[in-house]
Nanobody, 117 residues
Framework: QVQLVESGGGLVQAGGSLRLSCTAS????????MGWYRQAPGKQRELVAG???????NYADSVKGRFTISRDNAKNTVYLQMNSLKPEDTAAYLC???????????WGKGTLVTVSS
């Protein structure tokens, strides 16, 4: 069973920055895909950014140029550097990983990001 521990959320003013981290443990197989989703109150969960084990990335249009996803395969950790934050970025940010071979998805509990105007 894979466990995910997220950190780095908080309250920041518009224009500020935050860095989220998510570490996966307990997997017997390589973690192939790692990503960040977010869910604001009353809205559907949406993909923010994802990264493959080889380093290929994809981003939601709304965060391109402001957010950067990266990962450390040796530590099974994914990062999300968020710059130029906007009030509309306010949401719970959830880490998602996919385990190789089994193809199973795991979710973190989420870390709250609040951007004040």
């Amino acid at each position: 069973q894979v466990q995910l521990v997220e950190s780095g959320g908080g309250l920041v003013q518009a224009g500020g920055s935050l860095r989220l981290s998510c570490t996966a443990s307990g997997s017997n197989f390589p973690i192939t895909y790692m990503g960040w989703y977010r869910q604001a109150p009353g809205k559907q969960r949406e993909l923010v950014a994802g990264i493959t084990r080889g380093g290929s990335t994809n981003y939601a249009d709304s965060v391109k140029g402001r957010f950067t996803i990266s990962r450390d395969n040796a530590k099974n950790t994914v990062y999300l550097q968020m710059n130029s934050l906007k009030p509309e970025d306010t949401a719970a940010y959830l880490c998602n990983v996919r385990e190789g071979l089994t193809g199973m998805d795991y979710w973190g509990k989420g870390t709250l990001v609040t951007v004040s105007s």
